[in-house]
């Protein structure tokens, strides 16, 4: 009788162990999960996805962490497409960008931008430096993206900023 105590608090240890890595593993396997795929195809990357893995990341697990860790490990991957490891990186970018990690931003949009320059690394690259001021730099990506871009509404920001950051506070 003596021994069903320790072989029972072995059980509900192990059984303890194996709850929390399926809890840990499926807490993130939704939103993140599309991503992952999404960002297997040959379309561009999927905002709409990146807000939902911030969303449910920052309101349901009160951390990035872990989805940033995700990411990170396909963008290191050299096994992995190399448009699949920038979209990986352009993910983590924006999900910086949107926890206010300027520098971590433009680290890693810079690191899928030496991969595959696409217009969302370039479109993204030119954001960030506009978002922090740097409005010369800006120019130079957004000019960029405009000749990479084929969308008409993207074309048309891209002008809007660029006409913008045209505009000095002395000629208002």
């Given at each position: ?21 399926t809890l840990t593993v499926s807490i993130f396997a939704g939103p ?83 991969l595959v320059e696409t217009t969302d690394g370039t479109l993204l ?48």
């Amino acid at each position: 009788m003596k021994y069903t105590r320790p072989r029972a608090q072995l059980f509900y240890s192990l059984l303890t162990i194996v709850l929390t890595t399926t809890l840990t593993v499926s807490i993130f396997a939704g939103p993140l999960e599309d991503l992952h795929e999404a960002n297997t195809s040959e379309e561009r990357l999927d905002l709409d996805l990146v807000y939902q893995v911030f969303n449910d990341a920052i309101l349901t697990h009160l951390t990035l962490d872990p989805a940033l860790d995700e990411l990170r490990d396909i963008a290191e991957n050299a096994e992995v497409s190399d448009r699949t490891r920038a979209k990986s990186y352009l993910s983590m970018a924006h999900l910086y960008w949107r926890y206010g990690h300027f520098d971590s931003a433009i680290e890693v949009a810079d690191k899928a931008i030496e991969l595959v320059e696409t217009t969302d690394g370039t479109l993204l690259k030119a954001r960030l430096l506009d978002a922090q001021g740097l409005r010369g730099d800006a120019v130079e990506w957004y000019q960029k993206t405009l000749e990479l871009t084929q969308l008409p509404e993207e074309q048309k920001f891209i002008r809007i900023r660029l006409a913008m950051i045209d505009v000095q506070p002395t000629n208002v």
